[in-house]
């Protein structure tokens, strides 16, 4: 069956869809006969299952179907006897888990494939399993007292939530528990994190790496938003906060001149990756003004290299994750943010949430 687009008008240029056609055929071109891309990391084969869902090509179907089809066969074949779907990086195992829960949950949504189910059901208990008692989640996959990070905690969430998506059964519990850690990693500026809470309205503020108020960046700004937005927390004021800061980022770092002149996405992957998803979740002026300005420095800053097929159509890595592998990240990331408006994937449909609210319900400290 074909899968029809539901994006506006003004989210998709030709430019941008040809480079987004441009970017799968380099995702198709350089995948290896086993279904990944030069890594085992399951994290990243995942990443790159997501570029091909979101643009809404499905595994078995169409152009790129075989390709799809075996990146998720890699995905499954990787799953350990414990559920955890981790290979390549031990240090990552949880992280890399919760990324490839999230996009097998799209794909269940999407495509109903029975190969799925049994894979998906041992992760999503892990996760649930491996719930830290502040509801957080260690790189290890083991229940301890707390958490790592918060973008650890968000990447576990959203799986959870690709799961609700899909209509297979998440406890509430660990959920309102997920949700909780989140708020606890949001810190104001000029005032204490312990201020009652109308004093803390009163400042700017965003949600940080760590709860203590370390490492605060547009990653972690939209990590945030994105996990209450997809829980259905619309009315917490912490939301608005975060979307300033992304915004500010986002006129700072995606100036299509700047990344016509660097050949540079105007994020690594991962900033990207959330940053793109957190403003499309808040909808509204914040989207309108800022999807234009990251699709045109990420349609800028792709690779044209027609004599080469190895780099033509690809984005260059920068970031954590260097190399081949990056090159794969960034590639990936970048063609999900140009399908975004497509809204193939169960994540983006509007209207999926508001069940989602009542059952999540947590009352905000």
């Given at each position: ?5 539901s994006a ?28 990944n ?19 809404g ?8 179907g ?8 890699y ?47 041992r ?5 649930a ?21 918060l973008?650890?905690?968000v990447?576990?969430?959203?799986a ?37 809470e ?21 990653a ?36 299509p ?17 959330y940053?793109s998803?957190?403003l499309?979740?808040v ?6 003004e800022?999807?234009?300005?990251l699709?045109?420095?990420?349609v ?18 920068h ?17 999900f ?6 809204r ?10 508001e ?11």
């Amino acid at each position: 069956g074909t899968l029809t687009a539901s994006a506006d008008e003004w989210e998709i240029t030709p430019a941008s869809e040809q480079a987004l056609n441009r970017g799968l055929r380099w995702l198709a071109r350089n995948q290896g006969p086993q279904g990944n891309w030069t890594s085992d990391d399951l994290g990243l084969v995942s990443t790159g299952v997501l570029a091909f869902l979101a643009a809404g090509h499905l595994p078995d179907r169409g152009e790129y179907g075989g390709h799809v089809r075996r990146a998720m066969d890699y995905v499954i074949r990787g799953a350990d006897t414990s559920g955890l779907l981790n290979i390549a990086e031990p240090r990552r195992g949880v992280y890399n888990h919760g990324l490839s829960t999230f996009v097998l949950g799209q794909a269940y949504g999407m495509t109903r494939d029975p190969r799925l189910g049994p894979t998906l059901d041992r992760a999503l208990r892990l996760i649930a399993d491996t719930q830290c008692e502040d509801g957080g989640w260690d790189y290890v996959a083991v229940r301890q007292r707390q958490g790592h990070d918060l973008s650890l905690a968000v990447m576990q969430a959203l799986a959870l939530r690709s799961a609700v998506d899909s209509g297979l059964d998440v406890p509430p519990s660990v959920i309102q528990a997920a949700i909780r850690s989140v708020r606890e990693h949001y810190t104001p500026s000029n005032c204490s994190r312990d201020a009652p809470e109308e004093e803390q309205k009163r400042h700017a503020g965003q949600f940080t790496y760590t709860r203590g108020g370390g490492n605060p960046s547009a990653a972690m700004a939209a990590a945030g938003v994105v996990c209450l937005q997809e829980f259905g927390q619309y009315d917490d004021w912490r939301i608005g906060k975060n979307v300033e800061v992304l915004r500010k980022a986002v006129r700072e770092a995606a100036s299509p001149e700047r990344a016509r002149r660097e050949r540079r996405a105007p994020f690594d992957p991962y900033t990207l990756y959330y940053v793109s998803q957190a403003l499309y979740q808040v909808g509204g002026e914040p989207w309108r003004e800022c999807y234009p300005l990251l699709r045109d420095a990420v349609v800028a800053s792709q690779i044209e290299d027609p004599q080469n097929p190895a780099r033509d159509g690809m984005w260059s890595a920068h970031g954590h994750v260097g190399g081949k592998p990056g090159d794969l990240y960034m590639t990936a990331v970048c063609c999900f943010v140009l399908a975004i408006p497509n809204r193939y994937l169960p994540i983006l449909q509007e209207g999926r949430i508001e069940t989602l609210e009542k059952q999540f319900a947590t009352p905000v400290p």
